[in-house]
């Protein structure tokens, strides 16, 4: 599948609360998964949605210190590179570029940060 960079305007950032996030479709990412946008301590990331372990969507996940931790077997994931931080999951997630402008917060997919 070929990747289209473009800009997805996802909100504002009081949309999303500290600690939560959203799931932008994949029928509007274009790049074959949802991508989750997480709000952790005041800075925004976005990942592919499901987990790279099994089919859990990280969104769900707990959201904390710079991780988000998968809610279905507990593998922790880090918001700023994907790295796959511990067992059971050992790919890592795939990021996305996250941007803030005066009208809300852009997301970027397949364009990694
Ligand atoms: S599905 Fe995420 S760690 Fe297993």
């Known amino acids: 599948m070929t990747e289209t960079v473009r800009a997805i305007h996802v909100g504002v950032p009081e949309d999303?609360?500290?600690?939560?996030?959203?799931v932008?479709?994949?029928?509007r990412t274009g790049t074959g998964d949802g991508?989750?946008?997480?709000?952790?301590d005041g800075e925004?990331?976005?990942?592919?949605?499901?987990?790279?372990?099994?089919?859990?969507s990280l969104a769900d996940g707990w959201i904390e210190d710079g991780e988000v931790e998968c809610p279905m077997h507990s593998g922790r994931?880090?918001?700023?590179?994907?790295?796959?931080?511990?067992?059971p999951a050992t790919e890592n997630a795939r990021t996305h570029k996250v941007e803030i402008?005066?009208?809300g917060l852009w997301l970027h997919p397949g364009s990694s940060t």
């Open 44 to 56: 925004f990331y976005a990942l592919d949605d499901t987990c790279t372990h099994a089919e859990a």
């Open 24 to 27: 932008v479709p994949a029928e």
């Open 16 to 22: 999303i609360e500290d600690g939560e996030a959203v």
């Open 77 to 87: 994931f880090c918001l700023s590179t994907g790295e796959a931080l511990c067992m």
């Open 35 to 40: 991508i989750a946008v997480f709000h952790c």
């Open 101 to 103: 402008g005066d009208d």
